[in-house]
């Protein structure tokens, strides 16, 4: 594996950065999460946006222009000789001293891995997620805002570990107001009564482009959608939940706290919309 840092490939055993890089220290940086299919990235300048506007809330100036950040991407699937997988590309404020103060990391680090991965094995596509919901709350938007996609991930891995300790892979996430933000890893959806039904922004969520994907995919297959706060008890009385991420893709969810949604089985829906997904990557 070849793995890109700020301008050079390293192999995966040299490619280290300083322990007095930011982003290590105090988890002072952005990423993205992007699949490539058939050596194309999937929806690349959307996430490029994203990475930007992360980078700006933060006050980090990525030291190359979007476009050859794309370039970067592109040619680190290809030196990898990957069609299918994942990227996960970093941006670190880069090395500063053991104090707090931003201003003294001269250099932001850029850092782009490209590798295969299955986030779910076939079978819980296939049956579906069952998944509990976390005592860890949603950071609060008013704290940091959730349009940040930060390297400080610790709100997400707490509540992560809950669900390992419940034997679930995923969990599900409620803000401060005790309405549903997202799980620690996707985004959240259910149909009911034949409606798409998604938490909105001020959930506290992020806004993911598989997410904007999949709206946009129902407003043109002539589906109801609509972003509104949701309830627990939206979830446990819906036709059909399923979860979307960039590596998750489109993944059912067939129970909540050991409630049985619908029928308890991968919905109708949900397979249509995801089949019309897999059609959107091959564009």
């Known amino acids: 594996m070849q793995v890109y840092i700020s301008?050079?490939?390293?192999?995966?055993?040299?490619a280290k950065v300083s322990v007095f890089d930011h982003g290590f220290l105090f988890g002072d940086g952005v990423f993205e999460g992007m699949r490539s299919y058939n050596g194309?990235?999937?929806?690349?300048?959307?996430?490029?946006?994203?990475?930007?506007?992360?980078?700006?809330?933060?006050?980090?100036?990525?030291?190359?222009?979007?476009?050859?950040?794309?370039?970067?991407?592109?040619?680190?699937l290809k030196i990898n000789d990957i069609k299918d997988g994942y990227i996960r590309l970093i941006v670190t404020r880069g090395i500063g001293t053991l104090g707090l103060d931003?201003?003294?990391?001269?250099?932001?680090?850029?850092?782009?891995?490209?590798?295969?991965?299955?986030?779910?094995?076939?079978?819980?596509?296939?049956?579906?997620?069952?998944?509990?919901t976390a005592a860890t709350v949603r950071t609060n938007p008013s704290m940091v805002s959730p349009q940040i996609k930060s390297l400080n991930y610790l709100n997400n891995?707490?509540?992560?570990?809950?669900?390992?300790?419940a034997g679930c892979v995923e969990v599900l996430m409620l803000n401060t107001k005790g309405e549903v933000a997202e799980c620690s890893g996707?985004?959240?959806?259910?149909?009911?009564?034949?409606?798409?039904?998604?938490?909105?922004?001020?959930?506290?969520?992020?806004e993911g482009i598989t997410?904007?994907?999949?709206?946009?995919?129902?407003?043109?297959?002539?589906?109801?959608?609509?972003?509104?706060?949701?309830?627990r008890h939206d979830i446990f009385v819906a036709d059909e939940c399923f979860l979307t991420g960039?590596?998750?893709?489109?993944?059912?969810?067939v129970k909540l706290d050991g409630r049985p949604i619908g029928d308890g089985k991968p919905g109708a829906m949900t397979k249509k919309l995801l089949d019309r997904f897999h059609e959107e990557t091959k564009k």
């Open 7 to 14: 301008g050079k490939f390293f192999d995966k055993e040299n």
């Open 186 to 206: 996707d985004n959240i959806f259910i149909i009911s009564k034949g409606k798409l039904h998604t938490p909105p922004p001020e959930a506290g969520i992020l």
């Open 246 to 253: 960039s590596a998750a893709e489109l993944i059912p969810v």
């Open 157 to 165: 891995i707490l509540a992560k570990i809950e669900g390992h300790q």
């Open 102 to 132: 931003a201003h003294l990391c001269k250099e932001p680090q850029i850092i782009i891995i490209a590798d295969h991965l299955a986030l779910y094995p076939k079978e819980h596509y296939d049956k579906g997620l069952e998944i509990v």
């Open 211 to 231: 997410r904007q994907t999949v709206l946009e995919i129902a407003v043109d297959m002539k589906i109801p959608v609509k972003e509104a706060p949701m309830t």
């Open 40 to 76: 194309k990235v999937f929806r690349l300048r959307e996430h490029m946006i994203r990475l930007w506007n992360s980078a700006k809330a933060i006050m980090i100036e990525i030291p190359i222009t979007l476009e050859a950040m794309e370039s970067a991407v592109n040619e680190t």
